[in-house]
């Protein structure tokens, strides 16, 4: 085991296991959920659901981001339709002040939308950009389907995919506009983190 630690003191080791009753050991993304909730970065849609196909909203997809990347600083939230106090408030301010999302327009984040999976990539890269100074040069995987991924995504697609931390769908396909599951997000988050 490895911690961060900030001063001096007693330390305890304990371990913290979480098993959604949704989440059956064979489902492909069991250990990553289970590894991220052990981490405190994944919670449930209650104590026992996971709701791993579950689309993931962009509020939900800020909180998990922003408490993976550790991120301190606040920066001031501009969007009409975020209220005050919201759960996802000071993530969202956090993320913002980072430089790492921003709105659908320039007042509305919409929240409770759902994220697609090369806005998703988007944000990741600009967070591996912010850490560690630049991104790396393309060449990963071609996807069936690049030609539908968007002028703005194709690059850091091409590059999340190079250093592993996105994986296609089945035949191939990236599927850049279709909604990322919180199973494929917190698979990503632990690419990510890794």
């Given at each position: 085991?490895?911690?961060?630690?900030?001063?001096?003191?007693?330390?305890?080791?304990?371990?913290?296991?979480v098993n959604f009753?949704?989440?059956?050991?064979?489902?492909?993304?069991?250990?990553?959920?289970?590894?991220?909730?052990?981490?405190?970065?994944?919670?449930?849609?209650?104590?026992?659901?996971?709701?791993?196909?579950?689309?993931?909203?962009?509020?939900?997809?800020?909180?998990l981001a922003a408490?993976?990347?550790?991120?301190?600083?606040?920066?001031?939230?501009?969007?009409?339709?975020?209220?005050?106090?919201?759960?996802?408030?000071?993530?969202?301010?956090?993320?913002?002040?980072?430089?790492?999302?921003?709105?659908?327009?320039?007042?509305?984040?919409?929240?409770?939308?759902?994220?697609?999976?090369?806005?998703?990539?988007?944000?990741?890269?600009?967070?591996?950009?912010?850490?560690?100074?630049?991104?790396?040069?393309?060449?990963?995987?071609?996807?069936?389907?690049?030609?539908?991924?968007?002028?703005?995504?194709?690059?850091?697609?091409?590059?999340?995919?190079?250093?592993?931390?996105?994986?296609?769908?089945?035949?191939?396909?990236?599927?850049?506009?279709?909604?990322?599951?919180?199973?494929?997000?917190?698979?990503?988050?632990?690419?990510?983190?890794?």
């Amino acid at each position: 085991m490895e911690a961060d630690l900030q001063q001096g003191g007693v330390y305890a080791l304990l371990e913290y296991s979480v098993n959604f009753a949704d989440v059956q050991q064979t489902h492909w993304a069991a250990n990553t959920i289970r590894v991220l909730a052990a981490k405190h970065l994944v919670n449930g849609v209650s104590e026992s659901e996971y709701q791993p196909n579950r689309m993931m909203t962009r509020a939900e997809f800020v909180q998990l981001a922003a408490a993976a990347l550790n991120l301190k600083d606040k920066g001031e939230l501009s969007f009409n339709d975020v209220t005050v106090g919201a759960w996802y408030e000071d993530a969202l301010s956090k993320m913002v002040k980072a430089g790492l999302v921003s709105g659908r327009s320039a007042d509305r984040f919409e929240p409770n939308a759902m994220i697609s999976r090369q806005e998703l990539v988007i944000i990741l890269m600009r967070a591996y950009k912010l850490q560690n100074g630049t991104e790396p040069s393309t060449g990963g995987v071609s996807f069936n389907d690049e030609a539908s991924i968007a002028p703005w995504a194709r690059e850091s697609v091409q590059a999340a995919s190079a250093l592993g931390l996105v994986n296609g769908r089945s035949g191939g396909r990236f599927a850049p506009n279709d909604s990322a599951t919180r199973a494929e997000t917190a698979q990503f988050i632990l690419n990510y983190l890794k």
